[in-house]
C-alpha cells in the first residue's frame, strides 16, 4: 500500500529574518509588499542603474511608448498620480530627449506625447533586459506557467481600483 504524503504546509516565516508571520501570511497587501523587495531589488540593479530610470520614469515612458500621443491627464489617471507629479516626470523624460510634447491641434491646453528614437529605443531595451531578469530571477521559485498566472492575477487586483 503507498504511504500519502501529508500536504505540503506554508512557510509562514519571513524570507530573510525568519520571523514569524502567521497572522500576515493572509494578508495579499502584506504579500506583495513582500514580493516588491524581490522585483524593486531586480529593477534597480538590472534596470535603474544601467539605464539611469527610476521605476516611475520606465513606466512613464513604457507607457508613452506603447501609446503614442497619449495625454498628460491619461498618464496621470492610469497612475493614479496627481497632474503636477505626473508634469514633473515627463519634464525629466523631456530632459533626456526621450519624450517629446506636441499641443493639441482641437485643445490648446492639452499636450499629446510621444517617444523620440532614443526613448523608445530604451523603452525596449530596458523592458527586454527587466523581463529576462524576472524571468530568470523568478524561475528559482515560480515556473514560467507560475509566472503568466501571477501576472494575470496582478492584473486582475489592479483592475479592482476604483476612480475618485
Not at 513606466?59 to 511608448?65: G, R
Not at 497612475?79 to 493639441?104: F, G, Y
Request: aromatic content about 4%; glycine content about 4%; proline content about 5%.
Amino acid at each position: 500500500m503507498a504511504t500519502r504524503k501529508a500536504p505540503r504546509q506554508p512557510d509562514t516565516t519571513t524570507p530573510e529574518a525568519q520571523l514569524a508571520e502567521a497572522e500576515l501570511h493572509h494578508i495579499t497587501g502584506y504579500q506583495l509588499a513582500q514580493a516588491s523587495i524581490v522585483t524593486a531589488q531586480l529593477f534597480i540593479e538590472q534596470v535603474g542603474k544601467p539605464f539611469e530610470l527610476r521605476p516611475v520614469e520606465f513606466t512613464v515612458l513604457m507607457l508613452i511608448a506603447d501609446n503614442p500621443g497619449v495625454s498628460l491627464r491619461q498618464l496621470s489617471r492610469a497612475l493614479a498620480m496627481t497632474p503636477p507629479n505626473i508634469t514633473m516626470w515627463v519634464d525629466k523624460l523631456v530632459e533626456r530627449n526621450l519624450v517629446t510634447r506636441e499641443r493639441s491641434a482641437t485643445d490648446g491646453r492639452a499636450q499629446h506625447l510621444s517617444t523620440t528614437e532614443a526613448g523608445l529605443a530604451l523603452a525596449r531595451q530596458s523592458c527586454q533586459v527587466l523581463r529576462e531578469a524576472e524571468r530568470v530571477a523568478l524561475g528559482t521559485a515560480l515556473s514560467p506557467a507560475e509566472q503568466a498566472l501571477l501576472i494575470e492575477l496582478l492584473h486582475k487586483l489592479a483592475c479592482c481600483r476604483s476612480e475618485d
